[in-house]
């Protein structure tokens, strides 16, 4: 008895989160339809009751629906009569419009754009015919075929078979496959599997299909094998491709249609991305030379970018690279670089390149398994120096100087640019380029140092330093060798004064 008035009570309070999360977004999606659709709420909830699918569509794309139909030459009250309209994709709404009239349906009604996919499928030529919805004066097959505008002259029969018996769908098929094979050279086989691949070209306007062939030829000059290559390309938005290359122009220095010979997937990324995550890379100061390496950076969201960007500020490991000419690399392929840093750090590799974080599988697995722990070439540590000293000295410089030290490859990156940054306040970048190998050395070893110069409080053996020198005397860069010989007194030059306390000496 008791457990039955618990059970009652329970089921009268409780309300499931997803029940009032529900609710919430019906009142939202009311919202909208009365604001787009001009009607009052009960007029509202009587289209979402008759068509439950409009609750999860947001303002924008109600928005753009309804945008499109004015576009098309309807009007509000279609979507009243009609909502499921709603339901279907602007762009999908505005190419199925455009095919049906290449077809010869002169007056299409908003009953078209529904029943779309039996009128192309489902009913030959012929019954169209008949039913008088295309007109029997209408040559079909060459309507369609005048939508193409580079059909060689001595070209005689376009589609073998009796035309009337053919659904719109197939006619329209025939009619691309053939433009393909003799503008591409593209075989049967080439074409199916393409077809698999992207089954949305089968719904594109053949206008469309040809104004994007006449670009990609024309204008930016890619040849057969690319465009065969990437055959997303053929369903892609032609006045999209026109406001990139109108709009971009170039990209760190470069012409846009030469970066998209190399990068075809920049042409179906819509233009104002295209722009924004231009203008996050310049707010990001990242320079011409990153972008030029890494095109592939267009490819990903905005928000995306700018999130990663912004997480690279607090991992030093990452920060170390912002201004390395491969930097975007590490932005782009961030995941695995991420998970590389976790998983080297946890098998103490600290010695870490961009190369390491961002390159290949094989590579990355020849160090992981490789004993030490070791820069590699070290190019990444000269180049991280010679940004450091503001570039004033180059790689081959810095390198001559540093590799004096027989440990040079052994300093993680990110250690270097500390002591860098500690330095820098009291030491010019002269200073620190001409005894550059301190920067290799631990910054808790080099303040002891530093702060017994100051003091004079030296002690053991190093008390002779203040019956002999005077201190005041040297210059910056005098003082910074001096550090160094210190660091290095007690190891007899070996090089092992680089090692931390709790480091075995090598």
């Given at each position: 008895m008791?457990?039955?008035?618990?059970?009652?009570?329970?089921?009268?309070?409780?309300r499931?989160?997803?029940?009032?999360?529900?609710?919430?977004?019906?009142?939202?999606?009311?919202?909208?339809?009365?604001?787009?659709?001009?009607?009052?709420?009960?007029?509202?909830?009587?289209?979402?009751?008759?068509?439950?699918?409009?609750?999860?569509?947001?303002?924008?794309?109600?928005?753009?629906?309804?945008?499109?139909?004015?576009?098309?030459?309807?009007?509000?009250?279609?979507?009243?009569?009609?909502?499921?309209?709603?339901?279907?994709?602007?762009?999908?709404?505005?190419?199925?419009?455009?095919?049906?009239?290449?077809?010869?349906?002169?007056?299409?009604?908003?009953?078209?754009?529904?029943?779309?996919?039996?009128?192309?499928?489902?009913?030959?030529?012929?019954?169209?015919?008949?039913?008088?919805?295309?007109?029997?004066?209408?040559?079909v097959?060459?309507?369609?075929?005048?939508?193409?505008?580079?059909?060689?002259?001595?070209?005689?029969?376009?589609v073998?078979?009796?035309?009337?018996?053919?659904?719109?769908?197939?006619?329209?098929?025939?009619?691309?496959?053939?433009?393909?094979?003799?503008?591409?050279?593209?075989?049967?086989?080439?074409?199916?599997?393409?077809?698999?691949?992207?089954?949305?070209?089968?719904?594109?306007?053949?206008?469309?299909?040809?104004?994007?062939?006449?670009?990609?030829?024309?204008?930016?000059?890619?040849?057969?094998?690319?465009?065969?290559?990437?055959?997303?390309?053929?369903?892609?938005?032609?006045?999209?491709l026109?406001?990139?290359?109108?709009?971009?122009r170039?990209?760190?220095?470069?012409?846009?249609?030469?970066?998209?010979?190399?990068?075809?997937?920049?042409?179906?990324?819509?233009?104002?991305?295209?722009?924004?995550?231009?203008?996050i890379?310049e707010?990001?100061?990242?320079?011409?030379?990153?972008?030029?390496?890494?095109?592939?950076?267009?490819?990903?969201?905005?928000?995306?970018?700018?999130?990663?960007?912004?997480?690279?500020?607090?991992?030093?490991?990452?920060?170390?690279?912002?201004?390395h000419?491969?930097?975007?690399k590490?932005?782009?392929?961030n995941?695995?670089?991420?998970k590389?840093l976790?998983?080297l750090?946890?098998?103490?590799k600290?010695?870490?390149?961009?190369n390491?974080?961002?390159?290949?599988?094989?590579?990355?697995?020849?160090?992981?398994?490789?004993?030490?722990?070791?820069?590699?070439?070290?190019k990444d540590l000269?180049?991280?120096?010679?940004?450091?000293?503001?570039?004033?000295?180059?790689?081959?410089?810095?390198?001559?100087?540093?590799?004096?030290?027989?440990?040079?490859?052994?300093?993680?990156?990110v250690?270097?640019?500390?002591?860098?940054?500690?330095?820098?306040?009291?030491?010019t970048?002269?200073?620190?380029?001409?005894?550059?190998?301190?920067?290799?050395?631990?910054?808790?070893?080099?303040?002891?140092?530093?702060?017994?110069?100051?003091?004079?409080?030296?002690?053991?053996?190093?008390?002779?330093?203040?019956?002999?020198?005077?201190?005041?005397?040297l210059?910056?860069?005098?003082?910074?060798?001096?550090?160094?010989y210190?660091?290095?007194?007690?190891?007899?030059?070996?090089?092992?004064?680089?090692w931390?306390?709790?480091?075995?000496?090598?």
């Amino acid at each position: 008895m008791i457990l039955r008035i618990l059970v009652c009570r329970t089921s009268r309070s409780w309300r499931p989160a997803n029940v009032r999360s529900v609710s919430c977004d019906r009142k939202i999606t009311l919202k909208h339809l009365c604001k787009y659709l001009n009607v009052n709420e009960s007029k509202a909830e009587y289209l979402l009751l008759k068509n439950p699918s409009l609750k999860n569509l947001d303002s924008l794309r109600i928005e753009n629906v309804i945008d499109v139909l004015y576009r098309l030459g309807f009007h509000r009250e279609v979507l009243l009569k009609q909502p499921a309209l709603c339901s279907i994709l602007p762009v999908t709404l505005n190419f199925r419009y455009k095919v049906l009239q290449e077809c010869g349906i002169d007056n299409v009604s908003s009953s078209h754009l529904l029943s779309y996919l039996t009128t192309m499928k489902q009913k030959t030529i012929g019954e169209l015919k008949d039913s008088k919805l295309i007109p029997s004066i209408v040559n079909v097959e060459n309507r369609l075929a005048s939508y193409m505008t580079q059909w060689p002259t001595s070209l005689t029969t376009l589609v073998h078979g009796d035309v009337n018996k053919m659904t719109l769908s197939e006619l329209r098929l025939k009619i691309i496959q053939r433009y393909l094979e003799l503008i591409l050279d593209i075989s049967p086989n080439e074409f199916e599997r393409g077809l698999q691949t992207y089954p949305t070209i089968k719904h594109r306007p053949l206008q469309t299909i040809n104004k994007t062939l006449n670009i990609l030829q024309g204008q930016i000059v890619m040849n057969n094998e690319k465009i065969k290559s990437n055959f997303y390309l053929l369903h892609m938005d032609p006045e999209n491709l026109e406001n990139i290359l109108y709009n971009l122009r170039s990209i760190a220095g470069i012409d846009i249609k030469e970066i998209i010979r190399r990068y075809p997937k920049l042409a179906i990324r819509n233009c104002s991305t295209l722009v924004e995550i231009k203008t996050i890379l310049e707010q990001y100061g990242i320079g011409d030379e990153a972008q030029k390496r890494c095109f592939e950076i267009y490819t990903l969201s905005p928000s995306t970018i700018k999130e990663r960007l912004e997480k690279t500020k607090n991992i030093p490991e990452f920060n170390t690279f912002y201004n390395h000419p491969r930097f975007l690399k590490m932005i782009h392929y961030n995941t695995k670089a991420s998970k590389r840093l976790i998983d080297l750090y946890n098998t103490n590799k600290k010695c870490l390149s961009l190369n390491i974080l961002s390159g290949s599988s094989t590579h990355y697995k020849v160090y992981e398994r490789a004993q030490g722990d070791r820069l590699g070439k070290g190019k990444d540590l000269l180049f991280c120096i010679s940004q450091s000293l503001g570039n004033l000295y180059s790689t081959n410089d810095i390198g001559r100087i540093i590799k004096r030290h027989p440990f040079w490859q052994y300093i993680p990156l990110v250690h270097v640019k500390y002591v860098h940054k500690q330095l820098c306040s009291e030491f010019t970048a002269h200073d620190i380029y001409e005894n550059c190998t301190i920067l290799l050395y631990p910054w808790n070893k080099i303040r002891q140092v530093i702060n017994s110069l100051n003091t004079k409080s030296f002690t053991g053996s190093d008390t002779l330093f203040n019956d002999l020198l005077d201190i005041e005397m040297l210059n910056k860069s005098q003082k910074l060798s001096l550090i160094t010989y210190i660091l290095e007194k007690n190891h007899y030059f070996s090089g092992n004064g680089v090692w931390s306390e709790e480091k075995q000496t090598r």
